[in-house]
């Protein structure tokens, strides 16, 4: 167990269980059932990125608090961008699944262009206002303000969560906000985009609807992604935030605390 959590000596990253049963000398076999006795899985590696924002924890607070309980006659809104948008076709046709054959697809792609979904996640009723559009420059961004402006009852106020993206900062935004007093953005700690509720409606479309997906052009594809919009509107589910703020930054202050003894 102590040797699996040590780099190996030959040039790999992690130890395989033929690698360990070779240095050990027993089967690859009782090393796979040691693994799993012990909990460990040497082949598998989680991703993490803590955030340095030095009002972490104000922000998260601000956040959550409008996830939890959001203002009265306000809406709340979480905004945010999916760029790069891949219109691929493949280059042969896929078999349809069958018994004993999944479903299959070529490795290789045609590439039709790309498009950039503006999306804000209603949380209190899980409707999205969705617009695709060529780039994701600030006037875009602006030209998005714009449709949600318009969709939005005039008597209520517009709570915005951003990440912070350059595009959501741009002065031309800053001015357009002083014009729309209704309007107040909140944003997400830097490195923090799970915190961003719309999030996960872009996982969803990605998996569900994109990654399997055949386009052979862009129009198709932005098509497809508005159907989905469209789709998720007919039966929204309300965002609940389930996670305590407090466990956040406690696990958080222990990370930052085991990075600072290994430098």
Known sequence: MILTQTNPAAE??????????KAVGISASSVQ????????????????????DPKFIDKLRDVVGLYVDPPAHAIVLSV???????????????????????????HDYKR???????????VLEGKVIGRCMQ?????????????IEAQVPTRKYVHVILDNYAVHKHPKVRQWLDRHPRFAFHFTPTSCSWLNAVEGFFAKLAKQR??????RCVVD?????????????????????????????????????????IH
Not at 35 to 51: I, M, N, Y
Not at 112 to 122: P, S
């Open 80 to 106: 945010d961008e999916k760029s790069q948008i891949q219109a691929l076709d493949r280059t042969q046709p896929g078999l349809p699944m069958k018994k004993g054959r999944a479903g299959t697809m070529t």
């Open 221 to 261: 594809l932005q098509a497809t992604i508005n159907r989905f919009v469209a789709q998720t509107n007919h039966d929204p589910k309300p965002f609940a935030w389930t996670a305590d703020p407090d466990q956040i930054i406690a696990a958080v202050r222990r990370g930052h605390q085991v990075l600072d003894s």
């Open 135 to 147: 780039r994701h420059r600030h006037q875009e961004f602006i030209r998005f303000l714009n449709a």
């Open 112 to 122: 039709h262009g790309t498009t950039t979904l503006f999306a804000a996640l209603d």
């Open 33 to 52: 059932r040691i693994w799993r006795a012990h909990g460990l899985q040497p082949h598998r590696v989680q991703q993490f990125k803590l955030s340095n």
């Open 210 to 215: 994109l990654k399997r997906g055949v386009f």
């Open 12 to 21: 790999a990253t992690h130890w395989t269980a033929t690698m360990m049963a």
